[in-house]
């Protein structure tokens, strides 16, 4: 531009012009903005310059334009030092050269300029949009490169799902965790943006609804120009398209699979494989083994096999020789059943979930054939089984009578009816036995003949001694 229009510069400098404003006012600056190339003819000027010069610094003013030949054969010799030590660009303007002219020029280089912008704007959305048919993982890399800097993509609890080199994870999460409240994210604002020594950071959240479903961050070391922010808008835009996408499809996976689940239980099997097929999944070949975990192990679980959400609990059919170690990835208390063909996976599902009963309480991972092995008290809720117990036994308990029904009725059933050897080891005559069964027959109101009866008592007699 300076020599376009023949001007001449006297203080060096590349401002950032926004505009060009003439004035001949001693103090223009209440109609400035900041940015502009000031243009004067001086004619109100007067020595000393400084507090002139040091106004239109102070307001932003990105150069000044001086023109001669009108008030001034040349610029004031004083301006040109005052210009030059509070560092703003001064050029010297010629009579011949209109101001409407440099007007017109710089009108001209900002919309080159603004033309510019976009049409690297637009290139570098293309290259987005190309790496989007890729994953998130090809858009978080692409952004990176586009700003000159690095990106993090994270999930909604604020865990690392994909960073590139130099990510500066912990400032984004870091910021994030600042808008935290009572454990859950607060939606921060559209675009989030910090600097920290030597980075610039944007964080914005990802997908529509109160909470959002990801957040993405990304950081250079130099401020983001206008295009640098374009072109974070147009990757959030296609990050959220790629979250909201993958929850859709994700959600309606689980619903195919809840389905093909009961159509195995009812016995269609062949279904099944058809129906999971047309989503290109297919079952675990048989024998399996069914896995019972918690609810919110439903993400790691589908990574691990056949996942399904049921209620409170997510069922997996795994391959039967899975091993339950912590390598198996599924957090929290794990229940596993013994092999099953799918012919008989209702009983195995109910197998793992009687082993999920007992990993609770004992924490860990329980197989049920290892369950079954201890008894058919192992698989009792311990809680309930001692409430029933307490109130079987409580008439026996409740006795006034000098005589122990409940150890006698413990000796009676454990010698198998036998009256000998349970007075024997009572130390008791056998008839004084057979008078405490019977007032145990009556206070009970149960038939001891009975085995039914028998099992119920051996079994809440058995809770109460453990």
Known sequence: MVRRLHLTTLVGGAPALRWVAVSELEDPTPFLEGGELLLTTGMRLAAPYENYIGRLVERGVAGLGFGVGLSHAETPAGLVLAAREAGLPLVE???????????????????????????????????????????????????????????????????????????????????????????????????????????????????????????????????????????????????????????????????????????????????????????????????????????????????????????????????????????????????????????????AVEEAERALEAARRDGGRVRFADLAGQGLLSVLDPVASRAFARSLLAPLAEYGSRADLVESLRAYLGSNGHWDNAAQHLGIHRHTLRYRMRRVAELLGRDLEDPGVRAELWVALAVTSG
């Open 93 to 347: 303007v010629p009579r011949q050269t209109p101001f409407i002219a440099i007007g017109k020029v710089v009108s001209e280089l900002l919309a080159a300029e603004q033309y510019e912008e976009l049409s690297r704007a637009f290139a570098a959305q293309g290259r987005l949009t190309r790496a989007a048919l890729e994953g998130l993982e090809a858009v978080v890399e692409r952004l990176a490169r586009e700003v000159g800097g690095w990106a993090v993509l994270l999930d909604d609890e604020g865990r690392v799902r994909h960073a590139t080199a130099g990510a500066r994870v912990g400032a984004v999460t870091g910021e994030l965790g600042r808008l935290r409240r009572g454990g859950a994210w607060r939606p921060p604002p559209a675009s989030l943006a910090f600097s920290e020594p030597g980075q610039h950071v944007v964080v914005q959240p990802l997908g529509g609804g109160a909470r959002p479903r990801a957040y993405f961050g990304v950081g250079s070391e130099q401020p983001f120009t206008p295009v640098g922010h374009t072109v974070i808008n147009a990757a959030g835009s296609l990050l959220t398209l790629a979250v909201e996408r993958g929850r859709a499809q994700r959600e309606a996976e689980r619903r195919v699979r809840a389905a093909v689940l009961e159509l195995v239980l009812a016995g269609e099997v062949e279904r099944a494989r058809a129906v999971l097929g047309a989503i290109g999944q297919e079952l675990p070949g048989e024998p399996v083994t069914v896995l019972a975990a918690e609810e919110t192990a439903l993400e790691a679980a589908e990574s691990a096999g056949f996942a399904v959400s049921r209620g409170e609990i997510v069922i997996v059919l795994a391959p039967a020789d899975i091993v339950l170690a912590p390598a198996d990835g599924l957090p929290g208390p794990v229940g596993a059943s013994r092999e099953a063909a799918y012919s008989t996976l209702a009983g």
